[in-house]
């Protein structure tokens, strides 16, 4: 994704929009609410892992199985003995821009995917997508946490949140 690419981003994301009550439920941390989440932010990762491969090109395909999407997922909201290892929003768009980069559910358009869940998921939870925006730098993330280079959960965070807020 390019600079160029800025106008078409915020739009793409905007294809999920979520009524205002729909985003307050959103936030709810109970178990049937976290159950809806997995599922939207699942369906919205097969649509946008689509949507980049037909936009920006790749290899168009199946996923791996529609379970690893939602393993992946999933993963960002799992608990352990009632305390959540993801506790801000930064954290979780983390762990769903790391599961989804580095798990390679997709055939094609893993780096795309998870950079996008990861900026809907921020959207969602009051994070709007920045009007300026680095594009080069949220490549370059991607591509370290495809690689491995990056697989620390608050790094990754951290950096997210910089991205977002310019700081």
Do not use: C
Not at 15 to 23: G, I, S
């Amino acid at each position: 994704m390019t600079e160029a690419d800025d106008p078409s981003l915020p739009e793409l994301l905007s294809r999920f929009r979520l009524t205002p009550r729909e985003r307050r439920e959103f936030l709810h941390t109970d178990t049937e609410a976290i159950i809806l989440k997995v599922r939207l932010l699942t369906g919205a990762a097969v649509y946008f892992n689509t949507a980049a491969v037909a936009d920006y090109g790749g290899r168009p395909g199946p996923t791996r199985g529609l379970e690893l999407v939602e393993q992946v997922v999933g993963a960002a909201f799992q608990t352990y003995e009632g305390e959540d290892p993801h506790p801000t929003a930064f954290d979780k768009a983390a762990m769903l821009l790391r599961g989804l980069t580095a798990g390679h559910p997709f055939q094609d358009g893993n780096k795309r995917t998870g950079f996008l869940i990861a900026a809907y998921y921020l959207d969602l939870t009051g994070h709007p997508f920045p009007t300026r925006f680095a594009f080069d730098e949220a490549e370059t993330l991607s591509v370290r946490v495809s690689a491995g280079e990056l697989r620390d959960g608050p790094r990754i965070a951290a950096e997210l949140e910089r991205l977002w807020t310019g700081r």
